[in-house]
């Protein structure tokens, strides 16, 4: 089998994942259905696979690309390589995609998904619980550290909805049943972590899990977002991390730290535009999130406070460029690094006039 993947320039993950799970495969990608293929990818797209199978842009074969001339071209290592390596992690930068070319891995159709839930108080010892476990996690795994406002769901229990506390989601994508790299992890956090207030293991398709989180991050939310990369949970970062997640206003904000080694970590630094480096590390989301403009001003500022609390304990300054909002656009030199110059060259090749403009815009050299 082949494993070959192509995706049109407007299609959704939820698209994708459907399309290529008919024959048991799945494009490494995000962990919400209704984002679009092509920013995710262009900025690098990180999920429950990352850890398995890199990043999107690891798993990118080619490209076609309309140009700020209007010019259509292929982008792979052999046609325009240097405008490949550019749409692998530079953003919307360098032309329209109209069609992505993936490599798939066989994951599911049936996967599993646990999820411990822990008071808010025990915040401090989950973190370092998590930091212990992360170095055995097997490769196989997604682990994400959450801390949320616990939803009123059917798998909640009553007394815990509406609760705010630290949830740990373990993702085993063996395909067996039940899942014994997953389950390994399950016992490692029953064993190991504080006494959670519930626990939600199951079996699903991988569908499903794809598109579990769509309805909490529904279109037309209001939100303010900012990441950094912590090399581990230190002690500092812990402190940091645990005072301010209880300060957030809205029930729907929340903070994600994904785990990102393994595959991830195994790829050359400078084999892609990346911006967020290699080594392994734990990429911290703070996300405020509102369901109206009202309520995003308090979101914004304790997002901004959490994100200057955090920045001394994170690698670098730099940020996830997808999750970057407009007055992100003095980080861009710092997230890409090194990277940044070769970037701006391959921006003056491809679109000199700056045409493409309206992203986390590098300007062409000279
Ligand atoms: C609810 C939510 C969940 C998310 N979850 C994840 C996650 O799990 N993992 C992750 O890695 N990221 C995640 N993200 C971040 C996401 O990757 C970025 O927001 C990304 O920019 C979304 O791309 P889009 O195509 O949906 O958005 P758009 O707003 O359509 O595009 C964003 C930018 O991408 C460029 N672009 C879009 N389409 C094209 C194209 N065809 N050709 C060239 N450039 C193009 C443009 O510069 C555009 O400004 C999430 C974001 C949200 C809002």
Known sequence: MARRVRVGGGALLRDMDAATQEHGLAVPAGEIGHTGVA???????????????????????????????????????????????????????????????????????IVSFGLFFFGLDDGAAVLRAARETIPHLPPTVGFQIIAVTAPPAPFVPAEVQHRLGWAIAVVG??????????????????????????????PMPFTALQQMFDEGNAWGMHAYDKSCSVATLTEPAIEVLAEHVARKVSPMSVVHLYTLDGAYSAVAEDATAFGGGRSPRLTVFLIGLSPDGAGLPAERAWVRAFHRALLPHAIGTGMYVNAMTADDADRLRATYGDKYDRLAEIKAVYDPANLFHRNANIPPAG
Do not use: K, Y
Not at 177 to 192: F, I, L, N, S, W
């Open 39 to 109: 920013g995710l990818t262009l900025g690098g797209g990180m999920g429950w696979l990352t850890r398995r199978a890199g990043l999107t842009i690891d798993n990118l074969l080619a490209a076609q690309v309309v140009l700020a001339d209007g010019g259509v071209v292929r982008a792979d290592t052999e046609e325009h390589p240097d405008l490949f390596w550019a749409l692998r992690g530079g953003g919307g930068n360098f032309g329209i995609v109209t069609e992505f070319e993936f490599a798939a891995v066989p994951v599911g159709p």
């Open 173 to 202: 994508t063996t395909g067996s049943t039940p899942d014994p790299e997953a389950e390994q992890v399950h016992e490692r956090v029953r064993a190991t972590f504080p006494e959670r207030l519930f626990e939600f293991c199951t």
